[in-house]
C-alpha cells in the first residue's frame, strides 16, 4: 500500500466514524500510524473543534487517542476523492504582446495596450468594405473626440459585430484613452 493510499484509508475510517486507535491498521506499527495522522493534521486534511489549543493526537504510554472533536476537513475529503486543488491559484490576464513589460525591479515601465487610432484607421482602409466604410471612420472620430461613457459605442454595434478586429482594436484604444496612453 502505497502512502497516499494509507492517507486516504485513514481519513475515509475516520470520516466514516471507523477509526479505533487499537485495532485499525494492526499492520502498522503505532509510531507509523501516529506519524501519519500527523501528516493528515499538518497538511490540513485533519482538524478538531476544541476551544482550548489541545492537541489533536493525545499520546499515552501504551497507546494513543484522537480528539473526541477530529473530523476531516474539507481538503482531507477532496484528497480522497482524488480531487486536490492546486495550492497556487493563478490569474492570467491577456491584453496583447509582452512588448514593453518590466519583470523584476527593471526601472520604469511603458505599458503598450497595442493599438492606435492610425492603426484603427490602417485596419479600416484594408479590411472594411466601401459600404461600411464612412460608418467605419465615424467610430474613429467618436473615439477621438468624445468622452468615455457608458453606451459610448452602441450606435457602431452592427459594425463591431462584422468586424472583431476593429472591435479588438477599438476596445484597446479605449484602454489607452482611460489610462492616458492613447498614441495618435
Known sequence: ??????????LSEIDNDGFIPETSFPELKRDKLVNALRDCEQLGYLSHSSRSAQPLIITYYDGFDLHPTTYVTRAGKQFIEGKENSS?????????????????ENGSVTINYGASLSDIQTFIESTVDIDDKSEANELVNTLEKEPITPGLLKRFDNLLV???GLAKASGQVLLSIATGQLIK
Open 1 to 10: 500500500m502505497s502512502y497516499d493510499d494509507l492517507i486516504k484509508s485513514i
Open 88 to 104: 497556487t491559484p493563478t490569474h492570467q490576464y491577456n491584453i496583447q504582446s509582452v512588448s514593453g513589460a518590466n519583470f523584476g
Open 162 to 164: 462584422k468586424y472583431p
